[in-house]
């Protein structure tokens, strides 16, 4: 029975995601498709905007991995999104005549955020803290890291020669360099990036979630016990896990800085805390492809509202999620996506047996 | 560590001096157990015996206050669970555990720990899954299956971790008395492969089919020990035990 788990494609069509069969496959290449010749019709203005949606996709890819597939909830992503930020702006500004300085800076940032989960992984997994309380504790890491930045306002607040910048943040942030080609936020180098990370992120996550290893995270989201008592060291993998989302949420600020060459205090606040949570849940937090979906719609949403109507925008997000949890605890496109394959197989058992 | 005496190749599990209290009460006190190599033997005693306890520290998952467990010539009473199994030594709890909400077939994909090693596997688990009509029921949740067929589920994810000592903690647990049956002739067969197996078991019928070496556990120590007829002629036990007078 195991060998039906192996093999490439057998891995990435496997059980753990809804969407599987070729008319999704033919959708997702359209879609595909659509995003990379959007810039030959699309304005600079609403390429900018789309890239901002999309930079956080592997920031709610990487909760969907902890919270929907292995059972560990995170208030923790915006302040690993941030640090992961305020490291590449640090490095990045100080190594502003290097040639592939931003590069360096983007892995110092993600390696940053990673080693930082990887203290905080291994004081709760191995403390085996219970699974409520993680949630709270990185919130208050999230609230204690925004209190300190905030505080950084004036000079003696400088590393090398990039201010920290309290409240206000840091600004003045370089974008990614790689050889010539420059990733500024309005450029269209930069959306390619994204779009080419966010397809890379949900297709290796779709492979990991599938392979044995994905299978093993959602055997110790269901039961933890009963994956110790088979021989696995379910610390290990729960850090590890862990470490794979912060960095992915490292990655995403990292874009964000790129695309805005600005950052600060509030990106690891309580709202920034918050949101990714509502992304999550909003789609379904036990598929990569409805957290996708959901992610780039509600940034889309809220920017709108932003635009129009400004305080209103997260009222909407609350509301959303209070919503979604008491009449779609499984997620909007989760529940959608399960009623649907429902008829399409009583439709088939329907043509099968005849009417009844 | 030094071997301990009761580890001496044909022994595969000696547990020497085992204490564990929870609160003020003593649930294993000062007790000594071994197994050897391909024994077949049926914990029994009645409620608030120990046995339980007994098994959570012999798998790991309780820490003994005092005592030590020697299994294959290694001291592992400091070893975490994971390490025990992957020792060769895993348990079926008491309540079924298994993963509900996936398929036999990806519960089994878990429970295989090495699923690209080229090592030959020793054929236990496909002889069981074939013996207990599991093997037709891979695109089954697993949480559908009927309570007799999720308890051997859990068997057969224990066995394969391909242990060497299989812990079963009340397998027939709410099963009728065919499948009681049944079970019990499952495993006896897989005890006749070499598999060394220690049973807890209420179900006297089950013991009885099983018919091997019977240990009494009483306010967590070892009462006596002896064949099946010698237990049910035991007067001492038939009072603690079986509840006459």
């Given at each position: 029975m195991a060998r039906e788990y192996t093999g490439f494609w057998r891995v990435l069509n496997g059980?753990?995601?809804i969407g599987r069969g070729p008319v999704f496959w033919c959708l997702f290449a359209f879609l595909a498709l659509g995003l990379l010749a959007y810039p030959f019709f699309g304005s600079v203005f609403a390429l900018s905007n789309l890239a901002n949606f999309c930079l956080y996709i592997p920031m709610g890819l990487g909760l969907a991995l902890l919270?929907?597939?292995?059972g560990v909830l995170s208030f923790g992503q915006g302040a690993f999104f941030a640090i992961a930020g305020y490291v590449y702006g640090i490095i990045a500004g100080n190594l502003l005549d290097i040639p592939g300085g931003t590069l360096l800076a983007a892995v110092g940032g993600i390696a940053a955020s990673a080693a930082i989960a990887a203290a905080f992984g291994y004081l709760v997994f191995y403390g085996q803290v219970s699974n409520w309380i993680i949630p709270l504790l990185l919130l208050v890491l999230s609230l204690i890291l925004e209190t300190f930045m905030a505080q950084t306002a004036g000079y003696q607040w400088r590393v090398g020669s990039v201010l920290l910048g309290g409240y206000n943040g840091m600004t003045n942030v370089p974008s990614l360099e790689i050889g010539s080609a420059n990733f500024g936020g309005a450029s269209i180098a930069f959306y390619y990036l994204v779009v080419a990370l966010m397809l890379i992120t949900y297709l290796g996550l779709r492979l990991l979630v599938n392979s044995h290893y994905g299978h093993v995270v959602v055997g110790i989201r269901d039961d933890v016990e009963r994956t110790r008592m088979l021989g696995y060291n379910v610390a290990l993998i729960q850090i590890q896990v862990f470490v794979v989302a912060a960095a992915l949420a490292g990655l995403s600020g990292i874009l964000y800085v790129s695309w805005g060459n600005y950052i600060n205090p509030s990106s690891m606040g309580l709202l920034a805390a918050t949101l990714p949570v509502i992304w999550t849940a909003v789609g379904g937090r036990s598929s990569l492809l409805a957290v996708l979906l959901s992610t780039v719609t509600l940034r889309w949403v809220a920017d709108t509202l932003a635009v129009?109507?400004?305080?209103y925008a997260f009222l909407v997000m609350g509301i959303l999620l209070l919503v979604t949890m008491l009449f779609f605890p499984a997620g909007i496109v989760v529940t959608l996506a399960r009623r649907w394959l429902h008829q399409k197989s009583m439709y088939r058992d329907l043509k099968q047996n005849g009417a009844p | 560590m030094p071997a301990s005496s009761v580890s001496d190749g044909l022994v595969v599990l000696g547990a020497k001096d085992l204490t564990k209290s929870f609160g003020g009460i003593r649930a294993v006190d000062h007790l000594d157990l071994t197994l050897a190599r391909g024994e077949l033997r049926c914990l029994i005693g009645p409620n608030g015996a120990g046995k339980s306890t007994l098994f959570g520290l012999l798998s790991g998952l309780h820490r003994p206050d005092a005592g030590q467990i020697v299994f294959k010539d290694e001291d592992i009473t400091n070893l975490k669970p994971f390490q025990r199994v992957r020792r060769g030594l895993c348990q079926k709890f008491q309540t079924t555990r298994i993963y509900?909400?996936?398929t036999v077939a990806q519960n089994l994909v878990i429970a295989d720990?090495?699923?690209?090693?080229?090592r030959r596997k020793n054929g236990r688990l496909s002889w069981a899954l074939s013996t207990l009509g599991l093997d037709s029921e891979g695109e089954v949740p697993a949480g559908e299956l009927s309570h007799s067929h999720q308890q051997w589920l859990e068997i057969c994810l224990a066995l394969a971790t391909e242990p060497d000592l299989l812990l079963l903690d009340e397998?027939?647990?709410?099963?009728?008395p065919e499948e009681t049956e049944l079970t019990a002739q499952f495993v006896v067969n897989l005890n006749r492969q070499g598999l060394t197996v220690l049973v807890v078991e209420h179900d006297m019928a089950f013991v009885r089919y099983i018919a091997q070496r019977i240990t009494v556990l009483h306010y967590g120590r070892i009462f006596t020990e002896g064949s099946l007829g010698e237990i049910e002629s035991n007067h001492e036990v038939r009072r603690i035990y079986l509840g006459e007078r």
């Open positions: 059980p753990q995601e919270w929907g597939y292995n129009r109507g400004g305080e | 509900r909400a996936l720990r090495t699923p690209r090693s080229s397998p027939t647990a709410g099963m009728t």
